[in-house]
């Protein structure tokens, strides 16, 4: 499978579990089956699929890499920042939306982010995906732009696996056999992430175990359980993953659309079930995803064909 089928996969498979997701966040399903309808039960209304933060700032991270020769940390930071001033953000996080604020107010990229234990969320891990198709990147360019808006360890180590995960994909030492986990925890220092990571490792990655240790935004939580259900893609199929990942609720956009990144770029784009993709073209900003993922392509020198798309 060439380069550009994986990353297509990752961008696309990332965007459909954004969207898919997003329409179940923090939705808290009631048990009405003892409640009488009179008139007969009204018809349940299909949610409306639209991206998050989730993808547009990583659309944004893909503009640029193609669109700079060096990549200073700036660049990301006033992309970042064009598409909040341009309202084109939705469901923005606490941590970057401060970012952004005093971005706006004229703040300094390596100033703004939020510090502390608030800043362990996976606002910086859910738009790093990119990073790892490009060789330029070095592990303190990611930290670097992790800080733009999570100045917070647990919040760069978690964006770190997802970096890892996916170059272990393209550089051929994952295949959706080998143990994930375990190439992930020999590449990353001591955090809470780590220690999460060998808990399910040694859990042998078990879902249902997974599932109880947190669903939620916070890093620790997020990033183990979207890399957990990721690796079992094989296993579930692209469609399943991401319904199960829904029905444990809890940050379910992201959790599905980073899960979807890392699954998307092992199965690659023609994997992806076509009902799937054709959901997504329901979505206004289809347009902005196929042409951001084109000149990532034709900026890399890559080929592939776009017209079956």
């Known amino acids: 499978m060439n380069i550009s089928e994986r990353f297509l996969g990752c961008i696309i498979g990332g965007a459909i579990g954004d969207a898919y997701g ?17 008139f007969g039960k009204p018809e349940e209304q299909t949610p409306k699929w639209q991206i998050t933060d989730d993808t547009q700032l990583t659309l944004a991270t893909c503009e640029v890499i193609y669109e700079n020769s060096t990549l200073d940390i700036k660049s990301f930071a006033d992309k970042y920042l064009y598409y909040f001033k341009s309202k084109r953000i939705t469901g923005i996080g606490s941590s970057t939306l401060k970012a952004m604020q005093e971005l706006e107010a004229g703040g300094h990229w390596s100033l703004v982010g939020r510090k502390g234990e608030y800043a362990a969320g996976n606002g910086a891990a859910m738009r790093i995906s990119p990073l790892a198709f490009d060789a330029r990147i070095s592990r303190d360019t990611i930290k670097s732009i992790c800080n733009i808006t999570h100045q917070n360890d647990e919040a760069y180590i978690g964006a770190l696996c997802v970096v890892i995960a996916i170059k272990s994909i393209l550089c051929g030492d994952w295949t959706g056999d080998e143990n994930l986990f375990q190439l992930i925890i020999d590449q990353i220092p001591d955090t809470r992430v780590r220690d999460r990571l060998i808990h399910i490792n040694d859990l042998n990655i078990d879902l249902q175990k997974v599932r109880e240790l947190g669903n939620d935004g916070y890093v620790v939580n997020s990033i183990p359980l979207a890399i957990s259900y990721a690796s079992k893609v094989n296993e ?11 029905n444990l609720g809890g940050d379910t956009d992201t959790n599905c659309s980073i899960a979807g990144q890392i ?20 979505i206004k900003e289809y347009d902005w995803i196929i042409s951001t993922v084109y000149n990532f392509i034709k900026s890399k020198n890559w080929d592939y064909d776009f017209e079956n798309i």
């Open 22 to 38: 997003s329409t179940f966040e923090n939705v808290v399903k009631e048990d009405n089956s003892d409640l009488y309808y009179p």
């Open 236 to 246: 579930l199929g692209i469609k399943e993953m991401y319904n199960q990942i829904i």
């Open 263 to 282: 699954a998307g770029t092992l199965i690659g784009f023609k994997n992806i079930p076509n009902d799937l993709i054709q959901k997504l073209k329901t």
